[in-house]
């Protein structure tokens, strides 16, 4: 079984760039959330969903856009990219026992 | 009051000895208490968990002593080994709502032989 995975593993981009981040998960998980990891700022939470069709802000979306279409599927975009957008990027699926998470994406914006 | 303090923020602890590190809460609703771990360049996994209703619960080498009345809980790490060498979070989660567990801001740990 997979869980959860995480595309691309690294990108760079250049400002005012979009882009798509995407993540699947196999274990039927209703919620799936989006954070970013940056050095000394620990886990932050951008955008969560509690089930398809439904999403929700977390600490720190600016910037960022999320849908869930179906239960499997969390996609990340980012609408214009920015140098403070460079970040381990994780996205996670949860049940009631804890989260399970992705390998991560690492962004640079340049 | 939904913060989740951890520390220390670095730790270093030579093979063979005990790691110990600490997390306080403020939200008495909060009833769940994981664990994660991050090996570099991979993401966090589930460690181990507590629930307020025991005062430990110990998986192998790995400890978490929870303390409802002063509101911490702490994992301790037996018998440390270079294997060990990762970033811990602490968190805390009500378990009947499994969305939006709050992570402490993480501990580096390096065991060295």
């Known amino acids: 079984n997979a869980g959860v995975t995480q595309t691309p593993k690294f990108q760079v981009l250049k400002t005012g760039q979009s882009m798509t981040l995407q993540c699947a998960q196999d274990?039927?998980?209703?919620?799936m959330s989006w954070y970013r990891q940056d050095p000394g700022m620990g886990l932050r939470l951008i955008h969560y969903s509690v089930g398809a069709g439904i999403t929700d802000q977390g600490e720190v979306p600016n910037g960022y856009n999320v849908s869930r279409s179906t239960t499997e599927d969390f996609p990340l975009r980012l609408l214009s990219a920015a140098p403070s957008q460079t970040s381990v990027y994780f996205c996670a699926s949860s049940d009631l026992r804890g989260y399970t998470f992705g390998s991560g994406t690492r962004l640079t914006v340049v | 009051q939904q913060q989740v303090k951890q520390s220390p923020q670095s730790l270093i602890v030579q093979k063979g000895g005990i790691s110990i590190i600490n997390c306080a809460y403020e939200n008495t609703a909060f009833d769940y208490f994981p664990w994660y771990q991050q090996f570099p360049g991979k993401g966090p996994a589930l460690l181990i968990a507590?629930?307020?209703?025991?005062s430990e619960k110990k998986e192998g080498r790995f400890t978490i002593s929870f303390n409802k009345s002063a509101k911490q809980f702490s994992l301790h790490i037996m018998d440390s080994q270079p294997g060990d060498s990762a970033t811990y979070f602490c968190a805390a989660s009500i378990k009947t709502s499994y969305d939006k567990v709050i992570f402490g801001p993480g501990t580096s740990l390096s065991v060295i032989p």
């Open positions: 507590i629930r307020p209703d025991v």
């Open positions: 274990m039927n998980h209703e919620y």
